[in-house]
């Protein structure tokens, strides 16, 4: 049987985010995780039992999270961040409400970039998509730079615009900027992990996770189950498993009973959503010594 290499709590459950459900996903919110200091029970609990990596995305709500665990000194110590960024749908309200320019417009000014002396116009209206990335990229990392960050990785809504576009030099230069400036490992988040792997090449970039939706019956893996299957049989990069449960379709032992049954070349991560300590102490049975 395979060995998990990483597995991740992931912090949906935690900001009531269902990907099938959004109502179902606010009303958990609300019976299980009225404050913070419900989620920091959990992951306190989570790292007691050597289960200490955690997803989080870059919502808002990430920010107040982040200053509760920085005021717990051994959770700060002992927890590892994979963060996903950027939150889209954020960029995609007030990108309604501003248009692309505005969004830019606010996000600049919020980050104080002119204090480096450059023109906020000529800025937005630059064809260094080099100069916007990285600026970007520190603006949501921001929360996050004095805790244990292992890994940033690309929301998919980004990737797979970029892989459409065939834009491989925008995904080769966030790879080199987040290795350089962060110290950490580079990953992206894609839906249709073929298509990706066709563009990027196999050998491409070193220390690379990919995040990708891995399950039994094949709920998100596009363009079918079958043709992601053998391309992660055949991947050298660390590919990131989520969606395992399939949104609640399946139970635990199903779900890792097929990621099991994979038999990758290499071994595969996971990241689960755990609401309970009775989901955690199932999940942190996969830990490895």
């Known amino acids: 049987m395979n060995k998990i290499k990483e597995i991740i ?3 949906n459950s935690f900001f009531g985010i269902n990907h099938l ?3 179902t996903g606010r009303q958990k919110l609300i019976k299980k995780f009225g404050g913070s200091k419900n989620i920091i029970e959990i992951l306190n609990y989570s790292v007691e039992r050597k289960l200490n990596n955690f997803m989080i995305s870059t919502v808002d709500e990430s920010k107040n999270l982040i200053g509760e665990i920085n005021n717990d000194q051994d959770l700060k110590n002992n927890l590892n961040f994979f963060v996903l960024l950027p939150y889209i749908n954020k960029y995609v309200r007030k990108t309604n409400e501003l248009g692309i320019i ?4 606010e996000t600049i000014s919020n980050q104080n970039i002119l204090k480096l002396g450059m023109d906020a116009l000529s800025f937005i209206s630059s064809a260094d998509y080099k100069k916007i990335v990285s600026n ?32 491989k030099d925008v995904l080769d230069f966030y790879d080199e900027y987040i290795k350089t400036k962060f110290n950490c490992r580079s990953g992206f988040a894609t839906k249709n992990l073929p298509q990706f792997l066709d563009l990027i090449g196999e050998n491409s970039y070193k220390d690379t996770s990919i995040l990708t939706h891995v399950n039994k019956i ?3 893996m596009n363009p079918n189950q079958k043709i992601v299957e053998d391309r992660i049989r055949n991947s050298s990069y660390n590919i990131i498993c989520m969606s395992v449960l399939a949104s609640g379709h399946l139970n635990f ?3 890792i009973e097929y990621i ?9 991560s996971t990241v689960i959503g755990c609401s309970s300590k009775e989901h955690i102490n199932d999940y942190s ?3 490895v010594s």
């Open 253 to 255: 032992n199903q779900a």
């Open 21 to 23: 459900d959004n109502e």
């Open 9 to 11: 709590l992931g912090h």
């Open 285 to 287: 049975q996969l830990i």
């Open 136 to 167: 970007l990229i520190d603006f949501e990392i921001k929360p996050f730079v004095n805790n244990n960050i292992k890994c940033i990785i690309l929301h998919d809504s980004l990737t797979d615009i970029l892989v459409a576009l065939k834009k």
């Open 218 to 220: 094949g709920y998100e």
């Open 260 to 268: 099991h049954s994979l038999n990758v070349k290499s071994k595969l």
């Open 102 to 105: 505005g969004v830019l417009k």
